[in-house]
C-alpha cells in the first residue's frame, strides 16, 4: 500500500537559514509525489512534483526536492527560508482510486520562521 | 487561466441543518475532488467525481453526497450537520489525463 510520512511535525528555522523538510514514502511501484504548502486559511498550492523526469526536481519559491529511490525519500529544501515561508507542507503521494482518493496525504509539517 | 473557485468561503450553521457547498474547477479540467479538513484528521478524502459520475468514495456516511454538473461544476452537500463536521471543505480539479490536483480557497464550515 502506498503511503507517506512525514518526520517532522513542527520544523522552525531563522529567516536566511537553510529549510529541510523531511519526507519518507511508501509504494509498490515508481510513485508520483508532490509537495503542497497551505498557509494559514488558504487552500492547498502546489510547490513541486516528480514523475520520474528527474530525481531533482525544482519548484516554485526556491523549493526543491530531490527523490532518492534507495532511500524512498522525497525530501524538500530551500536554501535561504523567508518570513512568507511560514505554512504548512504536505508530502502527497499519487493513487490509484480506493477510499483514499487519487492522493495520499502526510499529515503535514508547520514551518516557523523567525526574523 | 482562472483558478479553482469555491463558494461560499465561510458558513455558519446549526445542528441538524444542511448545507450545499460549490466548487467550479480550472476550465477544461472535468475531474473534481472533494476533501474535509480538520486539526485533528487532516486531510480526508471525501469524493471524486468525473464527467458527472461519482469515480470513488472514500469513508464518509451518507449524509455526506455530491454531484457534478455537464459544466464540470460540483457541489456537495452535507444533511442534518453534527458539530463534528465543522471543518475546511476543499475541493480540487485536474485534467483528464492529469495526476496533479488544484486546489480551491476552500470553505470553512462551522457548525454550532
Known amino acids: 500500500a502506498q503511503s507517506v510520512t512525514q518526520l517532522d511535525s513542527h520544523v522552525s528555522v531563522s529567516e536566511g537559514t537553510p529549510v529541510l523538510l523531511r519526507c519518507n514514502y511508501s509504494?509498490?511501484?515508481?510513485?508520483?509525489l508532490f509537495w503542497y504548502v497551505q498557509h494559514p486559511n488558504k487552500g492547498l498550492q502546489l510547490l513541486l512534483k516528480?514523475?520520474?523526469?528527474?530525481?531533482l526536481v525544482k519548484g516554485i519559491n526556491g523549493f526543491e526536492a530531490e527523490f532518492k529511490k534507495s532511500e524512498t525519500s522525497f525530501h524538500l529544501t530551500k536554501p535561504s527560508a523567508h518570513m512568507s515561508d511560514a505554512a504548512e507542507y504536505f508530502c502527497?503521494?499519487?493513487?490509484?482510486?480506493?477510499?483514499?482518493?487519487?492522493?495520499?496525504f502526510g499529515k503535514g509539517t508547520k514551518l516557523s520562521v523567525k526574523p | 487561466k482562472a483558478g479553482v473557485t469555491q463558494t461560499p468561503r465561510y458558513l455558519i450553521k446549526t445542528r441538524g441543518q444542511q448545507v450545499t457547498l460549490s466548487c467550479s474547477p480550472i476550465?477544461?479540467?472535468?475531474?473534481v475532488s472533494w476533501y474535509q479538513q480538520t486539526p485533528g484528521q487532516g486531510l480526508q478524502f471525501l469524493f471524486e467525481y468525473f464527467s458527472e459520475t461519482q469515480r470513488n468514495k472514500g469513508n464518509f456516511p451518507g449524509r455526506f453526497s455530491g454531484r457534478q454538473f455537464s459544466n464540470s461544476r460540483s457541489e456537495m452537500n452535507v444533511s442534518t450537520l453534527e458539530l463534528g463536521d465543522s471543518a475546511l471543505y476543499l475541493c480540487a480539479s485536474s485534467g483528464a489525463t492529469e495526476e496533479t490536483q488544484y486546489f480551491g480557497p476552500g470553505t470553512r464550515l462551522l457548525v454550532l
Open positions: 509504494s509498490s511501484y515508481s510513485p508520483s
Open positions: 476550465s477544461g479540467h472535468r475531474s
Open positions: 516528480y514523475t520520474s523526469a528527474a530525481t
Open positions: 502527497v503521494v499519487s493513487v490509484y482510486g480506493g477510499s483514499q482518493g487519487n492522493l495520499i
